[in-house]
């Protein structure tokens, strides 16, 4: 089966949009979030606990972690990843560029060079080379329905605009590489066929942005990816880069904000700029360290906004004001955790250094960010 991508319906009010996604896993509705499965797993949650939560699609097996362990011949035997870690639905996974630019920071671990990186792992003798080619070649056996062309992602708040630019260029080349390796070999190992997505890098600077904007859909590749350290992090940087590179979207490829997802107000925001995919690490990350979401998906100024009580919709459940609070994490959420438990156990449970509590305050932020994705959804198809 191909991949397409149709456009369903466009929200009049911003630039809103349902589009589906056909895989050879299952079909997309966005706007869609993306749990992390980072080293093939999302923590603290199994493949059933995600489809519970409304998962469409998970960021599965980041391919530099792959190729530290288990290694891509366990992944191969097992036929992909997809039957390695028991997820039946779409999976997007990653290039191995994020760790060029985390890694790479500490030159006895991560090289960079015109042709790609050099990784020599901590306590091993054990060295990884990413280059277009390998990372092509890792993610054909990883076997996710959407791969990522492999990039530089660029040190965007410290990094000078010549270093910004350098890393860009690279990223371009990396990706004409990309795309002539993939029309060789547009199948995974597994027979299934893999889209190709290019990564749009040039850092905070407004000229850089356009022009990889530019040379990125000039690519015709199956979507487009707005990649760098400021994408998810600083989020009204986030968002002012969107305005730049957005009149060069084509509407008939989908959109990926990588690393968007930290609090449920970030999805509402890049949706109104015309964005379609985003993943992240935090709902479960700060989950297991107390952050938990809690508000109210609420219309306002002709969209949506996720209004709370608590300082950008979290609320910290170690605080001991929660160890008699009977009332659910968020008030009206169906989630499993809501349904069930109370501030004043979980309160416990975290205290306690419980297990179980990890596996409850993952699911419910897991879920509060795709009922998000769902009301937005739902707004956008009745407008």
């Known amino acids: 089966m191909s991949f397409t991508t149709q456009v369903i319906q466009s929200y009049p009010h911003n ?6 996604i056909k895989t050879p896993h299952g079909d997309v509705d966005t706007p869609v979030f993306m749990p992390v499965a ?11 606990d995600l489809h519970v939560a409304g998962s469409q699609i998970i960021l599965g097996g980041n391919t530099y972690h792959m190729l530290c362990a288990p290694g891509l011949d366990t992944i191969e035997r097992a036929g992909g990843m997809h039957r390695f870690m028991a997820w039946d639905q779409p999976m997007l996974t990653d290039s191995g560029g994020f760790q060029v630019f985390s890694l790479s920071k500490n030159s006895k671990i991560c090289q960079i060079d015109e042709d790609g990186a050099c990784f ?3 306590n091993s003798n054990k060295k990884v080379r990413l280059t277009p080619q390998t990372s092509l070649a890792a993610q054909r056996v990883i076997g996710a329905d959407i791969i990522m062309a492999f990039d530089q992602c660029s040190a965007d708040i410290l990094a000078s605009k010549d270093e910004v630019y350098q890393a860009m260029q ?11 390796i993939h029309a060789q070999y547009p199948d995974s190992a597994y027979g299934h066929r893999q889209a190709l997505f290019g990564i749009i890098q040039g850092g905070g600077f407004t000229d850089l942005r356009e022009q990889s904007a530019r040379f990125v859909v000039d690519m015709a590749l199956d979507g487009v990816a707005i990649g760098g350290e400021s994408i998810g992090f600083d989020m009204n940087k986030t968002k002012e880069i969107l305005t730049w590179i957005r009149p060069f979207l084509p509407t008939d490829k989908a959109r990926y904000t990588m690393g968007v997802g930290l609090n449920p107000q970030d999805l509402i925001d890049v949706v109104a700029q015309g964005v379609d995919i985003f993943d992240c690490v935090a709902p479960t990350r700060n989950a297991r360290h107390g952050s938990l979401y809690s508000g109210k998906i609420v219309e306002a100024d002709h969209w949506l906004k996720f209004d709370s009580e608590f ?18 994490i968020m008030a009206d959420c169906e989630c499993l955790t809501c349904q069930h438990y109370s501030r ?3 309160h416990h449970l975290f205290k306690e250094k419980s297990v179980a509590y990890s596996t409850l305050a993952c699911m419910h932020n897991i879920y509060v960010m795709h009922q998000v ?3 937005m959804r739902e707004m956008i198809r009745a407008s």
């Open 344 to 346: 004043a156990y979980l």
């Open 120 to 122: 020599y792992l901590p």
């Open 15 to 20: 630039h809103a949009r349902v589009i589906k």
């Open 311 to 328: 300082q950008g919709g979290v609320l910290h459940i170690k605080n001991s004001k929660f160890a008699s609070d009977d009332y659910p």
């Open 170 to 180: 690279r990223t371009h080349r990396w990706l004409v590489q990309a795309k002539e």
């Open 38 to 48: 980072t080293k093939a797993a999302v923590n603290c949650m199994t493949p059933q």
């Open 373 to 375: 994705c769902e009301k």
